[in-house]
């Protein structure tokens, strides 16, 4: 097992905020949610400390783009990654359909929490009710975020700087 | 780091999101505040958005909505010359709804206005309420502003006339089965044959103990209805405006001095000096169905949390947290985020207060933004009345953060339904443009 080092966390420190960059100056309806399929391509096959790890850190970078906290970010993020921590032990989650099937079901749950959270944060400062974003706007991000799960889970663990965070194979 | 540990943390964050608790939430933004700068990496992406921003003509967009603003402030002056006989008519325009109450607006006029406490608040015809405080030097309210007490307020009184009766009003009635849309006013003493239907007038008797209440004689509440009450009779006073959301500039009525009604547009909202310009960092969120935006501009340049932020005319957003280099913009499209807005029936009509409108979804893709409005009756009547019911959406008065003539869109208006769903098409630069003004009302006040 290789241990990642403070220059690997800087790879991907870098290559979060390059997808988070992307996203938000391309936009668009089919964008996927670049973040948070970096982070779960990683994650699949992190070790548990290192995953927990980066979710935090992916939460931090993702906060500085967004107006939801890192608080907010790092509950879902990190919920995310403990999800997929557990779902390894029994499928192999870093396949290409499981990977699509897990990323469709993480981007509903990640984006559904969000939503969660501003309503209830909206509700305790008596600042009125937070609509829920569009289901088709949903799907669609689901659905492109999904579709490139299935590529990232073989690209990204070979990205430069990030190969030896991935050090264990399911 | 152990499997549990990992989920005890996750919980702590998971109820922390939840419910925030504020030292906390405090630390976390400290935290986070060089983090926040790296947005700062993104603006060379935004070169190329810069040409594209803003098609419309900006002069003519302002021009238009001055004339706006003109029109509504001479819609409050009385076409009865009666009412204005041996009064001083002092302008002045609604700047905080919320700060002191539903019942409580602050108001702004001319510093030099003989304003004091007691005199009367009236809109066209219509009696609104009374100045209670004057803002002085070292006072939460600023040299220049006043606090008044609206009619609606439980404990104003209001000796009013009809023609062949004499009450005494003020407060709400009691929420009836229509709910708080129908608000009506409480009669609580009555002398004399009392008639549906007849209008009710301010008639204050003409005594030392009066004041200067008696300057609002003549100056119309509503009209009678009946309002049966536990089986005996009982009455109230429908009004004529929309006290919750149909105000935006008043007149305050001075006994006859120097000051006159020539004294309107106490401020241009629409002038540079209280305009201060910055850049988005982008021009969108990662966050798909929020429409957030982080600016590079902060505390350091005089920024405040709730500042309006607009771009050539167009109202954008508001600030929602500010820091000392970079701040979170809430574009209106963002869900739930809410304005205040006065709609141009275009013509020589005098614009309508809508109230406050909540964004409920917007679409990026066409531009398609949904704003909720429940208008009260009296609204809905006011809507009724105009031939022409396609709107031009413009902010409205009644918050210091945001000057009013700011354009949100068009839309159509229904004089029948009481919840509405309005929809405006924006523009596509609005929503993708990054180089925006953001307001300081103190910059732009110390400056005219």
Redesign the interface.
């Known amino acids: 097992m290789r241990r990642a080092r403070p220059q690997h966390w800087l790879a991907l420190f870098v290559w979060l905020?390059l997808a988070?960059?992307a996203?938000?100056?391309?936009?668009?309806?089919w964008?996927p949610?670049?973040?948070l399929v970096l982070l779960i391509s990683l994650a699949a096959r992190m070790e548990?400390?290192e995953a927990?790890l980066a979710a935090l850190l992916a939460a931090?970078?993702?906060?500085?783009?967004?107006?939801?906290?890192?608080?907010?970010a790092?509950?879902?993020l990190?919920?995310a990654v403990?999800l997929v921590?557990s779902v390894r032990a029994f499928l192999e989650v870093s396949a290409p359909l499981y990977a699509s099937l897990m990323m469709f079901a993480l981007v509903f749950a990640v984006?559904g929490?969000?939503?969660?959270?501003?309503a209830?944060?909206?509700y305790?400062a008596q600042?009125?009710?937070?609509?829920?974003?569009?289901s088709a706007?949903?799907a669609q991000?689901a659905l492109s975020s999904a579709l490139l799960a299935a590529l990232a889970c073989w690209i990204v663990p070979r990205l430069p700087g990030l190969s030896p965070l991935v050090s264990r194979k399911w | 780091m152990s499997r549990n540990t990992l989920v005890i943390l996750w919980m702590a964050l998971l109820a922390l999101s939840l419910r925030p608790v504020t030292p906390i939430e405090r630390a976390a933004e400290w935290l986070s505040v060089p983090m926040r700068l790296v947005s700062a990496l993104a603006a060379p992406l935004n070169l190329p958005r810069t040409a594209q921003a803003g098609s419309e003509d900006e002069q003519a967009l302002a021009q238009s909505a001055r004339q706006l603003l003109q029109r509504e402030q001479a819609s409050v002056v009385p076409e009865d010359p009666s009412l204005v006989q041996e009064r001083n008519l002092i302008h002045a325009e609604i700047i905080d709804r919320g700060a002191a109450g539903e019942d409580r607006l602050i108001v702004r006029h001319a510093a030099a206005a003989p304003v004091q406490v007691g005199l009367p608040v009236v809109a066209g015809s219509t009696y609104v309420g009374r100045v209670i405080e004057v803002g002085r030097a070292g006072t939460a309210l600023m040299p220049g502003e006043a606090r008044i007490e609206l009619i609606t307020r439980e404990d104003a009184r209001v000796e009013a006339r009809t023609q062949s009766a004499v009450l005494i009003l003020g407060g709400l009635c009691s929420p009836s089965r229509d709910g708080a849309r129908t608000r009506q006013l409480a009669v609580h003493a009555q002398q004399g044959e009392l008639v549906p239907g007849d209008t009710v007038r301010v008639g204050e008797r003409a005594d030392p103990m009066s004041g200067a209440a008696v300057l609002a004689n003549g100056y119309t509440i509503g009209t009678l209805v009946p309002r049966p009450h536990g089986g005996r009779e009982g009455w109230s006073v429908a009004p004529v405006i929309d006290y919750r959301g149909g105000l935006g500039q008043v007149l305050i009525l001075a006994p006859r001095s120097t000051a006159s009604a020539a004294d309107l547009l106490v401020h241009d909202p629409l002038e540079r000096a209280g305009w201060f310009a910055a850049r988005l960092a982008l021009a969108a969120t990662p966050c798909f169905w929020r429409e957030t935006r982080r600016l590079h501009a902060g505390t350091r340049q005089g920024l405040s949390s709730g500042a309006c932020v607009a771009a050539r005319g167009h109202y954008l957003g508001r600030l929602e947290q500010t820091e000392w280099l970079v701040s979170d913009v809430r574009l209106l499209e963002d869900p739930g985020s809410s304005v205040l807005v006065l709609a141009d029936f275009g013509g020589e009509d005098a614009p309508l207060h809508l109230g406050l409108l909540h964004s409920r979804s917007f679409d990026r893709a066409t531009g398609r933004l949904e704003l909720e409005w429940q208008p009260g009756v009296e609204a809905l009547r006011q809507v009724a009345l105009r031939r022409n019911r396609r709107v031009d959406l413009y902010t409205g008065s009644g918050d210091r953060w945001v000057p009013a003539g700011l354009r949100i869109g068009s839309t159509e208006l229904s004089a029948s339904r009481t919840e509405q769903l309005l929809v405006i098409t924006r523009p596509a630069w609005v929503a993708g443009t990054v180089e925006v003004d953001v307001w300081r009302p103190r910059q732009q006040e110390s400056g005219s």
């Open positions: 905020l988070l960059l996203q938000s100056a391309l936009g668009g309806r964008m949610d670049l973040c548990e400390r927990a931090f970078v993702r906060a500085s783009f967004t107006g939801e906290g890192w608080i907010v790092g509950a879902g990190l919920g403990l921590l984006s929490f969000g939503w969660l959270a501003a209830a944060r909206a305790w600042a009125g009710s937070v609509a829920g974003p569009a706007a949903w991000v």
